[in-house]
């Protein structure tokens, strides 16, 4: 048995590894694959996108979370797709989601399609709070190959969402790391997000833990440059940040994610986190986006990004999440919550 001064010592150096922040080359590591050419801008139903699913689920395996897919860390979305009347953009075809796998074989075998949704929990530690979930989610879908612009017909997608996936990844290596959090906390990457948030209405048919026990959602997009009106580099934004108590609480925290200075574009309603929100969830999604030219452009690729803004962000997305797993529940204001969506045919 060793004494417990040098216990101390011996276990110091351990601990700091666990609560180790991202850094630059953290970003690099999980973003510049997803990224790459060869996912081939990771549109849904491609070859492209089966590549980028893998990386994920191989990312939350070496984590250690708990896969809770129906197959593995994937959770299968039956996809298909139709032609297109008039070619747009070099694309003769658009994915919809098929309500069913038999619904999905009616399509002819040729226009049938395997999408994944990525999914990984972490336990909460609490006896009481476990069983209630923080839903950390990106889109890792992306719009594919389409026409060339100045010889380049790869979109990337770096900032849109690859960033995103990435802070989904960082978060989870982080928190899996450190001390367990209270709640639990869910990781999806999601497909089918440009097409219409096809991954995320699938995982709202069919949610991976009860959607009544989600008691928050935090959705990362576009976060791989920094935006002036938040601050510059290091900032955020969530979205509707005044609809919910949950800005408050991190900016109380002292965590750097301010309001969206831009409500007129309505970035509340255009991502995953605004099909939760229709359901009650508390749900917002953390940006930096500052209206850039290359948005769903080939060239929103890594040359453009900003790999210490990202790391930065990435942590204060940690500390974010971490306060809402171990913190008081987020609610909405009065008024704050979006309507209920309309009852589909
Ligand atoms: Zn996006």
Known sequence: ????????????????AAQRPTTAADVQR?????????????????????KAARFIAGAMQHIGLTPLGDSGYFQRVPTAVIPLAQPRRGRTERVVLAGSFADRDTFPVERRRNSVNVVGLLDGSDPRLKDEVI???????????????????????????????TAVLEIARQLAAGPRPKRSVLFVATTGEEAGLLGTRWFIDHPAVPLARIVANLEIE??????????????????????STMGDELAAAGIPIGPDRRPEQRFFERSDNIAFARRGIVAHTLSTYNLHADYHQPSDDVAHVDLDHMAAVINAAARATRLLADGPKPAWKPGGQPAAPAARP
């Open 135 to 165: 839903l950390v989610d990106a889109h890792f879908d992306h719009v594919g190959v389409g026409m060339a612009i100045n010889g380049d017909s790869i979109y990337n997608g770096a900032d849109d969402d690859a960033s995103g996936v």
């Open 30 to 50: 999980v973003l510049f694959p997803l990224a790459d050419d060869s996912m081939a801008g990771r549109m849904t139903g491609t070859p492209g996108e089966a």
């Open 1 to 16: 048995m060793i004494r417990r001064a040098t216990a101390v010592a011996l276990m110091l150096p351990v601990a700091l």
């Open 222 to 243: 576009m976060i791989a440059r920094p935006d002036s009106l938040a601050g510059g580099a290091g900032k955020a934004w969530l979205t509707g940040y005044e609809r």
